[in-house]
C-alpha cells in the first residue's frame, strides 16, 4: 500500500511538472512590418508578419490619436502556422477620428499555447491625408509595341515615388536635366514591353509616404506589331554543350535538364538584369545613334521560339534580343558610350557584359569567350568590351545584343536611329540634353540581311539559342 502511495505521488509529482513545463514555457509572438510603414493616409494597407513558435492565437491592430483609439483590424482564428502575415487597412475611412499630424498604430498578438503571452508593439506613425498631384505633358506620344517612350510631367504636394505604369511593368521618374534631385518637373523614360496589349493604358502616376497613389492619363496611340516565330531544332548534341556548361551536376534526362534551365534560369537571368535597373546616372551618358554590333541577324527582338526535340516540342520562350553572327572570335564593341555595371557571367547568357548609358538606359552584350572591361569603367563607342563566342546557351559564336528600360527589354532598333531619338526623347527633355552624332555614323545601319554563305553556316553550326 505504501509503494502504491509512493507511485501514485511520483506519477503526479511528474504530472504537475509536465504540466508546468507546458504551461510556462510558451513563447511570446515575435513582431514586425513586412513592409515599411512610416505613415497611414485615408486607407492605407499593412503588412505585419507575426512568428511564433506554436503559432498565433489571435492579432489586432489599433491607432490612437489625441487619447482616441480605435481597433481598426481584428484576427482571432487560432492558427498553428508558425509565421503568418496579417494584412488589413489602417487610416481615416477606419478611424474616422483622425487628423493629419503624429499618431500611434498599436499591435497585439497572444501566442497560441497554454500560457497565452501577449506581445505588444507600438509605433509612431504620421497621418498624411492629402494626396499628391500630377499633371503629364500635353504632347502626342507614339508608341511602338515593344518599343520605348518619354513622359514629363509636374508633381505636387508631398510626394515619395512616381513613374509611368503600363500593365505590370512600371517605370521610375527622373528630374529633368539641370534640375535637383527632389525638383517636381520631371520626366519617365518607359517600356511599353512586347507582350502588352496594344490596348493596355499607360498611366503615370505619383505616390506618398502613406502609399496613397494619384494617377493620371495622356494623350498616346500604340502601333502594334507582328513578331516572328521561330523553329529551334534540338540535338543531343548541343543540348549536352549547354547542360555540361551550365548544370554539369544536375539529374534527370538531357531533355529535361535543358527545358530546366530554359525556363528557371531564363527567369533568374531576367530577374538579375531587372535589379540593375537602379544602377544608372541621372543624366545622359549616350552620344548620337547606337550603333548595333556587326553580324548577320540570326534572330529578332521578341522572336517566339518553339524548341523541338525528336519531331516534338518540348518547350516555348520568347526571345528577347538580337543575335548577330559574323566570324568566330570577332571584337564587340559598345553600341554607345556609357558605364560598365556588369562584366560576367549570367547564366543563359554565358559571358556578359552590361552598359549603363544613363535615365535606365541600358544594353546587354551575350555569350563573349573574353570580358576585357570590368564594373565601373567608363567606355566610348565602339571601344571594343570583349571577343564574341558561345559561351552559355549558345550553339554557336555569335553575340546576343539587347537594350534595356528599368530593367526590361526593349526593340534596340529604335535606339539605332538618331532621328527617332531626337524627335521622342532629347526633344522632350530640353536643350541641355541633346544628343552628339558619332564622328563617322551619323545614321545607325540595321545589320545587313543573312547572306547565302551566312545561313549555309548558320544551319551548319546552330548558332542561335
Given at each position: 500500500m505504501q509503494m502504491y502511495k509512493r507511485i501514485l505521488a511520483v506519477v503526479g509529482a511528474l504530472i504537475v511538472l509536465v504540466l508546468g513545463i507546458v504551461l510556462f514555457s510558451g513563447k511570446r509572438v515575435d513582431l514586425k512590418f513586412a513592409r515599411p510603414a512610416a505613415a497611414i493616409g485615408s486607407a492605407t494597407t499593412l503588412a505585419v508578419e507575426a512568428d511564433a513558435e506554436h503559432g498565433v492565437k489571435n492579432f489586432s491592430a489599433a491607432v490612437e490619436q489625441n487619447g482616441q483609439t480605435q481597433t481598426v483590424y481584428e484576427d482571432k482564428t487560432r492558427s498553428p502556422q508558425r509565421a503568418r502575415i496579417y494584412t488589413f487597412t489602417a487610416g481615416q475611412k477606419q478611424a474616422t477620428f483622425l487628423k493629419e499630424g503624429p499618431a500611434k498604430l498599436i499591435l497585439k498578438a497572444k501566442s497560441n499555447d497554454l500560457r497565452g503571452s501577449t506581445t505588444t508593439l507600438t509605433q509612431d506613425i504620421q497621418v498624411v491625408l492629402r494626396p499628391p498631384t500630377v499633371v503629364p505633358d500635353g504632347r502626342?506620344?507614339?508608341?511602338?509595341?515593344?518599343?520605348?517612350?518619354?513622359v514629363t510631367m509636374d508633381l505636387g504636394g508631398s510626394w515619395t515615388e512616381a513613374g509611368v505604369r503600363a500593365g505590370n511593368?512600371?517605370?521610375?521618374?527622373?528630374?529633368?536635366?539641370?534640375?535637383?534631385?527632389n525638383s517636381n518637373h520631371r520626366f519617365s523614360l518607359f517600356p511599353y514591353p512586347w507582350d502588352l496589349s496594344p490596348e493596355?493604358?499607360?498611366?503615370?502616376?505619383?505616390r506618398n509616404v502613406a502609399?496613397?497613389?494619384?494617377?493620371?492619363?495622356?494623350?498616346?496611340?500604340?502601333?502594334?506589331?507582328?513578331?516572328?516565330e521561330s523553329t529551334i531544332q534540338l540535338t543531343d548534341r548541343n543540348m549536352q554543350k549547354v547542360v555540361g556548361e551550365l548544370d554539369?551536376?544536375?539529374?534527370?534526362?538531357?531533355?529535361?535538364?535543358?527545358?530546366?534551365?530554359?525556363?528557371?534560369?531564363?527567369?533568374?537571368?531576367?530577374?538579375?538584369?531587372?535589379?540593375?535597373?537602379?544602377n544608372t546616372e541621372k543624366k545622359i551618358l549616350w552620344s548620337g545613334a547606337f550603333i548595333p554590333v556587326k553580324g548577320t541577324r540570326e534572330s529578332y527582338f521578341a522572336d517566339k521560339r518553339s524548341y523541338m526535340y525528336n519531331g516534338r516540342k518540348v518547350d516555348e520562350q520568347v526571345h528577347l534580343g538580337y543575335d548577330l553572327a559574323q566570324t568566330?572570335?570577332?571584337?564587340?564593341?559598345?553600341?554607345?558610350?556609357?558605364?560598365?555595371?556588369?562584366?560576367?557571367?549570367?547564366?543563359?547568357?554565358g559571358n556578359c557584359v552590361i552598359i549603363d548609358h544613363g535615365y535606365s538606359l541600358q544594353s546587354l552584350y551575350g555569350h563573349m569567350s573574353r570580358i576585357l572591361v570590368k564594373v565601373g569603367d567608363t567606355v566610348g563607342k565602339e571601344q571594343q568590351i570583349g571577343v564574341s563566342g558561345s559561351t552559355g546557351m549558345a550553339f554557336g559564336d555569335h553575340v546576343h545584343f539587347s537594350m534595356m528600360i528599368a530593367g526590361t527589354q526593349v526593340d534596340p532598333k529604335e535606339w539605332w536611329d538618331e532621328h527617332w531619338i531626337n524627335d521622342r526623347i532629347l526633344s522632350k527633355i530640353g536643350p541641355g540634353a541633346t544628343s552628339t552624332p558619332a564622328s563617322s555614323h551619323t545614321a545607325a545601319p540595321m545589320p545587313a540581311p543573312a547572306t547565302q554563305a551566312a545561313a549555309s553556316l548558320r544551319h551548319k553550326h546552330g548558332r542561335r539559342r
Open positions: 502626342q506620344h507614339y508608341i511602338n509595341q515593344g518599343g520605348a517612350e518619354l511593368y512600371s517605370a521610375g521618374t527622373f528630374p529633368m536635366p539641370g534640375e535637383p534631385d493596355t493604358v499607360p498611366v503615370v502616376f505619383v502609399n496613397t497613389e494619384v494617377t493620371g492619363t495622356f494623350w498616346f496611340k500604340v502601333f502594334p506589331k507582328r513578331f516572328r554539369p551536376e544536375g539529374t534527370g534526362s538531357l531533355v529535361d535538364r535543358f527545358v530546366r534551365l530554359n525556363r528557371e534560369m531564363r527567369r533568374a537571368n531576367a530577374q538579375t538584369i531587372y535589379n540593375l535597373r537602379t568566330q572570335n570577332t571584337p564587340v564593341k559598345a553600341a554607345n558610350s556609357g558605364k560598365v555595371v556588369y562584366a560576367d557571367r549570367l547564366g543563359l547568357y
